[in-house]
């Protein structure tokens, strides 16, 4: 297979992943969603019908069955992606190997353990971080029904005003989709829905991993460039679209990869961007030399 053939196939197959995670963790919120509703809420309004300890037990093993299904796919499929990578890396300095030699290569190496391990971890923590804030909306809504209760039984319209947030089946299930089933927050305050966040982690670290099999296969192989693919799009990265970097800092007329994604510029969390591993600088196209010259104000071209 060519190279745009490799990262077609790839990025497909990503694709296909985050397709199976999205339905694996929309069949599990709405397994969650109706059994909550049918807990608390069996007549329309508040009034448990289970005891509370057998609805976190019950959430407790749904997210069990999650966790498993999600390593399952990101163990079967990210191995798969990573294969393809290394392909690429060999179509990239002109000696493309059979997909039986790459397995073996691929055997041999850390990497591709490594990144299912980091990412079915990453995973499993928007599970267990969705799973923690069903828990606590499970035991807020046994005190405000006991509240209630009291609230009721004093005749206290101060306490019922006070606890009737979500006292409708209508308002704990917005709850649910606005408060219980998000996956992560970040640092800046945005909420990632399970789905989204996975498809942010397997394209980066994908790419990372890809990244570090190229420079671990380069410095072996005693090369060190790579340029940066064009994807015509329009953000930062255009300023290092079809530029030189250095892979392990050999050549110190380039910036390192490290040191490109330092910039914030490019290889950002979703980047699509990738590296096109250079065995001689005669084999670059030229309008990859010419925008590297202009970048770094150096001479490459006689």
Known sequence: MTKSQLIHKQNRLVEKTVTELDSAYRQHHKKVKSFLLKALFPNGTLAPQYSQDYVLSTLQE?????????????????KEALLLGLLMYFEDIGSPISVAEAREILSLSA?????????????NHTTANTSARLERMVV????QELLLQIADQRDNDR???????????????AA???EGFVGI???????WKPDVYAMMVLRTMLREANVAMQKEQARNDGFD????????VANPCNLWENTIISLNGVDSRFPTYEQAKATLEVFHPNCQHYLNVIRD?????AYVLSTTESKYGIKLQP
Do not use: C, K
């Open 176 to 178: 649910l989709e606005a």
């Open 185 to 191: 927050v970040d640092s800046a305050g945005r909420r």
């Open 111 to 123: 990497s591709g353990t490594q990144l299912v391990s980091e990412v079915t971890r990453m995973l």
């Open 62 to 78: 749904a997210a069990r069955i999650l966790e498993a299904r999600v390593a399952g796919i990101t163990d079967r499929q990210l």
């Open 159 to 173: 306490l019922l005003e006070l606890y009737m947030m979500t006292e409708t089946e209508e308002e704990f299930a």
């Open 225 to 232: 460039l790579a340029w940066i693919s064009d994807h015509n």
């Open 281 to 285: 600088l005669a084999d670059v196209p």
């Open 140 to 143: 807020q809504a046994y005190n």
